[in-house]
């Protein structure tokens, strides 16, 4: 069972930059559909990317598009995100997930497995 642990979170102000890991307890976690959510208090889990098992596909959600870039080390066990231009409506609780499945995998329920998240606050 893949252990996940996000890191990198904080309190910034808008304009500001952050990057976000993922670090996996398994080296075959390259090897998985992995993905980043975020939800912020009192709204469902959002998606906000998510990279191909083979790494080559990575698709971002139209809010976080052309502003967050996610990458991960090539048979390694670790996600990044990294986030520019933060806005305040970025602020939310950010996972990491990882899936068994393969293909086009934009909702939580494909997800078999979930870090604890890490904060990011972004201040006006």
């Known amino acids: 069972q893949v252990q996940l642990v996000e890191s990198g979170g904080g309190l910034v102000q808008a304009g500001d930059s952050l990057r976000l890991s993922c670090t996996a307890s398994e080296r075959t976690f390259s090897t998985y559909t992995r993905a980043w959510f975020r939800q912020a208090p009192g709204k469902e889990r959002e998606f906000v990317a998510t990279i191909s098992s083979n790494g080559r596909y990575i698709h971002y959600s139209d809010s976080v598009k052309d502003r967050f870039t996610m990458s991960g080390d090539n048979g390694m066990n670790t996600l990044y995100l990294q986030m520019n231009n933060l806005k305040p409506e970025d602020t939310a609780l950010y996972y990491c997930?990882?899936?068994?499945?393969?293909?086009?995998?934009?909702?939580?329920?494909?997800?078999?497995?979930w870090g604890q998240g890490t904060q990011v606050t972004v201040s006006s």
């Open positions: 997930a990882a899936s068994l499945q393969v293909g086009y995998l934009i909702e939580a329920h494909w997800y078999d497995y």
